[in-house]
């Protein structure tokens, strides 16, 4: 089995806002250089190019509006999050939820700037029709897990292997990540078990006491 992919998303944390989401994505750097295991992260808009500055890591922006240059005030430009630094982009997430022509206008955008894309969903049918739309990876994230330490991959493992299989037959080249309550070594094993190729998570991370060891643990199952 190839090497998970780990995405860490900083939401509107405290500890990963302004320097906190340098600091986070150093401690990610340092694990990920450790392991070879790929670790990315997505902080808030406004602190993509400091990271991007400041860390050698794959940035993600947290969201990308399907929109082109002009009049568009408040919208999220490819083009910006591109020249920003970020490598690719979350779509779709729980807390940022987009309607169907949304996402599929989102994907353009981020496809044009050359973004990886993740389009993130909340069960099997959703995944199935967001892996139509040809991203790189969608992510199963069941909204009542999201930030209750309970880990998807083994509260409901069902809709994780669901995913995967619905996304293998509706188009093979789509890598599916499953996130919510992930925090530790055993949820990831579970995870990727469950034939999941990497793992969306944030909590577990941003607010641990010690980042760094936080991840240690977390990888130390694959
Ligand atoms: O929403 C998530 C990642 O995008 C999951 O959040 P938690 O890891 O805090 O449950």
Same mark, same amino acid.
């Given at each position: ?113 050359? #973004? ?71 949820? #990831? ?34």
């Amino acid at each position: 089995m190839s090497s998970p992919f780990i995405l860490l998303n900083y939401k509107t944390y405290l500890q990963g806002t302004g320097q906190g989401a340098v600091e986070i994505a150093k401690a990610c750097k340092e694990v990920s250089e450790e392991s070879g295991i790929e670790i990315a992260v997505a902080p808030q808009l406004p602190d993509i190019y400091r990271v991007a500055s400041e860390v050698e890591i794959p940035v993600f922006s947290q969201h990308l509006d399907g929109i082109g240059a002009g009049s568009f005030t408040g919208h999220v430009f490819g083009k910006a999050i591109k020249e920003a630094g970020a490598v690719g982009t979350l779509i779709n997430h729980s807390e940022r939820r987009l309607t169907l022509a949304e996402i599929e206008a989102s994907l353009k955008s981020a496809k044009e700037f050359g #973004l990886r894309t993740v389009i993130c969903t909340n069960n099997v049918p959703t995944t199935a029709a967001a892996a139509a739309l040809g991203p790189d990876y969608v992510a199963i994230e069941p909204p009542e897990l999201i930030g209750s330490g309970i880990p998807v991959s083994k509260a409901d493992p069902e809709v994780v292997s669901g995913s995967v299989k619905a996304v293998a037959k509706i188009d093979p080249a789509v890598k599916v990540l499953c996130g919510a309550g992930i925090s530790k070594g055993e949820d #990831l094993r579970a995870a990727l078990d469950l034939g999941s190729q990497g793992v969306l998570l944030a909590s577990g991370i941003v607010k641990a006491a010690d980042p760094k060891a936080a991840l240690e643990e977390l990888i130390s199952l694959v």
